[in-house]
T-cell receptor
Framework: EAGVAQSPRYKIIEKRQSVAFWCNPI?????LYWYQQILGQGPKLLIQ????????DSQLPKDRFSAERLKGVDSTLKIQPAKLEDSAVYLC??????????????FGPGTRLTVT | DAKTTQPPSMDCAEGRAANLPCNHS???????VYWYRQIHSQGPQYIIH???NNETNEMASLIITEDRKSSTLILPHATLRDTAVYYC?????????????????FGKGTHLIIQP
């Protein structure tokens, strides 16, 4: 089975520019997550989707970050305008069933963003 | 904030059992203990989870104390490929029909280094 796909793998932009990341979850997985991982720290949840609806975006900096999952499959995370502190790896994960503790999350390889 | 405490780093000789401790003294009755690991430049990978009974799968064993305030992940025969950051996570369960936010809250984890 194909895993979670993310693109691009690497991106370098200047501060105040905009950037977008794409994620394609495992086929049939209804739940999709975006995490931000700053160097030396564990991943931090930014947003969770169930199909095309938002379940949790409490930690998403909504003044500059946005995310969508229009058809309930792939998703895009956007940053506009970027700040230096947004330099991080952005990880996408998906899971098959929402809300069951037994369900594991499958992570993609991540997109490494460098803001200069 | 993460509800777990782990040592920042550990060494283990190749071929020996690696025992990774985790404290979760404030765990509540409906929270599971999950373990994920993250190999360098990859996304996190699910290892195992448990509620109160010990669990074993093809990757590892999970030992949870009777009071559930701590647990130990055991890699029975560590190899060089097991070098990674290991995250212990407590995660609340939700009823399937009313499933809510279930993103993972990562701490800094334990950097396990397997020595040849």
């Amino acid at each position: 089975e194909a895993g979670v796909a993310q693109s691009p793998r690497y991106k370098i932009i200047e501060k105040r520019q905009s950037v977008a990341f794409w994620c394609n979850p495992i086929s049939g997985h209804a739940t999709l997550y975006w995490y931000q991982q700053i160097l030396g720290q564990g991943p931090k949840l930014l947003i969770q989707f169930q199909n095309n609806g938002v379940v949790d975006d409490s930690q998403l900096p909504k003044d500059r970050f946005s995310a969508e999952r229009l058809k309930g499959v792939d998703s895009t995370l956007k940053i506009q305008p970027a700040k230096l502190e947004d330099s991080a790896v952005y990880l996408c994960a998906s899971s098959l069933v929402e809300g069951l503790a037994r369900d594991e999350q499958y992570f993609g390889p991540g997109t490494r963003l460098t803001v200069t | 904030d993460a509800k777990t405490t782990q040592p920042p780093s550990m060494d283990c000789a190749e071929g020996r059992a690696a025992n990774l401790p985790c404290n979760h003294s404030t765990i509540s009755g409906n929270e599971y203990v999950y373990w994920y690991r993250q190999i360098h430049s990859q996304g996190p990978q699910y290892i195992i989870h448990g509620l109160k009974n010990n669990e074993t799968n093809e990757m590892a064993s999970l030992i949870i104390t009777e009071d559930r305030k701590s647990s130990t992940l055991i890699l029975p025969h560590a190899t060089l490929r097991d070098t990674a950051v290991y995250y212990c996570i407590v995660r609340v369960t939700y009823p399937y029909s009313g499933g809510g936010a279930d993103g993972l809250t990562f701490g800094k984890g334990t950097h396990l280094i397997i020595q040849p």
